[in-house]
Nanobody, 129 residues
Framework: QVQLVESGGGLVQTGGSLRLSCAAS????????MAWFRQPPGKEREFVAA????????GYADSVKGRFTISSGNSKNTLYLQMNSLKPEDTAVYYC??????????????????????WGQGTQVTVSA
């Protein structure tokens, strides 16, 4: 059974940092593209960052560039999101996702939620003003 389990969320003050983790199991993810999405209160789920199938290229939403860093462990069994300089607008439920679909190195193809085959249950991040 494929499982993605996020952890590391919590309450943090503006300017603080958090590191999210996603433990992936049930199949090999080494050739997958993996990503973080988030869903702010009352809004749709949105792309945050992705690390491509080749483990070389990464992509970020403009709103998090320079503040967030996506990385993965060996064989992508663990996915991380280091979040620095957090802002209240980063408050959301953060989801880990994986896809076996391959669009080469074209990052924008991986922005859409319907590209992803597997999702975690989410972890809440709240940034206080």
């Amino acid at each position: 059974q494929v499982q993605l389990v996020e952890s590391g969320g919590g309450l943090v003050q503006t300017g603080g940092s958090l590191r999210l983790s996603c433990a992936a199991s049930g199949r090999s993810f080494s050739g997958d593209t993996m990503a973080w999405f988030r869903q702010p209160p009352g809004k749709e789920r949105e792309f945050v960052a992705a690390i491509l199938w080749n483990n070389i290229y990464t992509g970020y939403a403009d709103s998090v560039k320079g503040r967030f860093t996506i990385s993965s462990g060996n064989s992508k069994n663990t996915l991380y999101l280091q979040m620095n300089s957090l802002k209240p607008e980063d408050t959301a439920v953060y989801y880990c996702a994986a896809t076996a679909k391959n669009f080469g190195n074209s990052i924008p193809h991986y922005y859409a939620t319907n590209v992803y085959n597997w999702w975690g249950q989410g972890t809440q991040v709240t940034v206080s003003a």
